[in-house]
T-cell receptor
Framework: AQSVTQLGSHVSVSEGALVLLRCNYS??????LFWYVQYPNQGLQLLLK??????LVKGINGFEAEFKKSETSFHLTKPSAHMSDAAEYFC????????????FGQGTRLTINP | GAGVSQSPSNKVTEKGKDVELRCDPI?????LYWYRQSLGQGLEFLIY????????KSGLPSDRFSAERTGGSVSTLTIQRTQQEDSAVYLC????????????FGPGTRLTVL
């Protein structure tokens, strides 16, 4: 079975500061990994994905994530936070073969302080 | 083209009533997914359709929940004899079945059971 743990249900940073959202996964088979963002009253939007190519993945809006197999982690970072980054962020895992469903973490709400 | 659309955007119903939620996937996407987002349970997979294959119903929480996909396009999620614990946002997603098949999400239907 697969699972995802996001450390910290709420993260608050100052505008211009580094954003770090943590994600650890558990999977018995090689996974695909995703980060989605959800703005209030909207659906999920894909930020970036890891598909077993480069371990450092760049996404939209200046976000990137690094796949570390030894740590079973896929943390999301952005060097300089912007007010528009305030949203909820979800890490998700999916099997490469077999079941197509996404298994999500509990989400991290990111607040940006002016 | 247009994204995934869902209707209604909001639904309020009384306990014990049946409800139908609709999803229009992106044209040409052969895979369709339903997820549920609730405060207590986070984002949960419900059901997955792929072409003419038998759907993966492994996430449906009870036999009160069912879904169909007509003509390989529009899908309807039906909840019979609704209970208060069914209150949640129901999200639909679609994808091409090209690994890794990014899932595109609709805005969701917010269901409130009184």
């Amino acid at each position: 079975a697969q699972s995802v743990t996001q450390l910290g249900s709420h993260v608050s940073v100052s505008e211009g500061a580094l954003v770090l959202l943590r994600c650890n996964y558990s999977s018995s088979v090689p996974p695909y990994l995703f980060w989605y963002v959800q703005y209030p009253n909207q659906g999920l939007q894909l930020l970036l994905k890891y598909t077993s190519a480069a371990t450092l993945v760049k996404g939209i809006n200046g976000f990137e994530a690094e796949f570390k197999k030894s740590e079973t982690s896929f943390h999301l970072t952005k060097p300089s936070a912007h007010m528009s980054d305030a949203a909820e962020y979800f890490c998700a895992v999916r099997q490469i073969q077999g079941a197509q469903k996404l298994v999500f973490g509990q989400g991290t709400r990111l607040t940006i302080n002016p | 083209g247009a994204g995934v659309s869902q209707s209604p955007s909001n639904k309020v119903t009384e306990k014990g009533k049946d409800v139908e939620l609709r999803c229009d996937p992106i044209s040409g996407h052969t895979a369709l997914y339903w997820y549920r987002q609730s405060l207590g349970q986070g984002l949960e997979f419900l059901i997955y359709f792929q072409g003419n294959s038998a759907p993966d119903k492994s996430g449906l929480p009870s036999d009160r929940f069912s879904a169909e996909r007509t003509g390989g396009s529009v899908s309807t999620l039906t909840i019979q004899r609704t209970q208060q614990e069914d209150s949640a946002v129901y999200l639909c997603a679609s994808s091409l079945v090209v690994t890794p098949g990014e899932q595109f999400f609709g805005p969701g239907t917010r269901l409130t059971v009184l």
